[in-house]
């Protein structure tokens, strides 16, 4: 997948003006682009000039929920000191997630609250916090995907019960995030879980998608932001992992800063992808050669 979407960057001196589109609604299942026929290269000047199939959509949130600033700490603690007791998990706990908004959004289709998720590591200040925003029904999917896949290892991990009513009220809306909060770390501290498609792809798959879209409309602004959301994504979920995902986010870094005259900054992303493929068993051929090239360009207008 990555390296068709290598297959975009091509050297150009025009901006693409057009706008995102009308919008449209987010499939259940975030896919990215396929296009095998653009030709690779990453030096030069990089754009993406294929259409996208879609754009952002509005948010139109109201009603969020402010929460206790004593309580995510003592659920911390005390998740801590359960899985502490416990003899079944693998790894250590490295990350914690915290539900710290809850908005409640009206459309013309339905009325939803969207949560707000950050992943920050445990016990230590985390200067770049990553965070996605889901749906209660997102993370059902997700519980019911892993449970399918994974039965054995989902056997004893809870998760909250629909409700028919009251499903809005502030006191539901606050257990459900702590209960969020639980199943994710839970799944998290379990390695099988944790690096499984269907558990890596619920946390980055939309934003790539996204990005994708808004780098090859020339929107670079817009897409920057969330090239760098999934990058810190994957610095947390799987940090030495050189996997097509991988290394297509930070083409998207590179594509972007270069194109928004941060050289600097697309030469150090540039640099990062050619350690990461040097670092790994299986390199990709295709990647190493177009950033390596991308890499002499941008270290050589920059004055390294």
Not at 41 to 60: I, K, N, Q, V, Y
């Amino acid at each position: 997948m990555a390296s068709k979407f290598l297959k975009r960057l091509r050297p150009s001196t025009l901006k693409d003006q057009r706008g995102p589109g009308p919008p449209e609604e987010p499939p259940e299942t975030a896919e990215l682009v396929d296009d095998p026929d653009m030709a690779v290269r990453l030096s030069g000047t990089l754009s993406l000039s294929e259409d996208s199939l879609g754009s952002e959509e509005s948010d139109g949130t109201e009603g969020r929920l402010l929460e206790e600033p004593n309580a995510r700490p003592l659920l911390t603690q005390q998740l801590r000191e359960m899985w502490a007791n416990t003899q079944d998990h693998s790894v250590p706990i490295r990350l914690t997630f915290e539900v710290t908004e809850a908005n409640i959004v009206r459309d013309i289709h339905a009325k939803y609250v969207m949560y707000t998720i950050y992943l920050v590591h445990s016990g230590q200040y985390d200067p770049s916090p990553a965070f996605i925003t889901c749906r209660y029904s997102d993370l059902e999917r997700l519980r019911k995907s892993l449970r399918s896949r994974y039965p054995e290892e989902m056997n004893n991990v809870s998760f909250p019960r629909k409700r028919l009513h009251k499903n809005f009220t502030a006191e539901t809306i606050a257990k459900r995030s702590r209960a969020f909060e639980q199943f994710l770390c839970h799944v998290s501290s379990l390695p099988t879980l944790r690096y499984s498609p269907q558990f890596l792809g619920f946390f980055y798959l939309s934003d790539m998608q996204k990005a994708q879209q808004f780098t090859c409309t020339g929107l670079y602004n817009l897409a920057l932001p969330k090239w760098t959301n999934c990058w810190r994504l994957h610095e947390k979920l799987c940090p030495t992992w050189a996997s097509t995902h991988r290394l297509t986010v930070l083409a998207g870094l590179v594509v972007c800063h270069q194109e928004l005259d941060a050289l600097a900054d697309a030469q150090a992303y540039s640099e990062q992808a050619v350690a990461l493929q040097q670092d790994s068993q299986e390199q990709n051929m295709t990647f190493l050669i177009a950033f390596l090239q991308a890499h002499i360009q941008l270290s050589w207008r920059v004055g390294r």
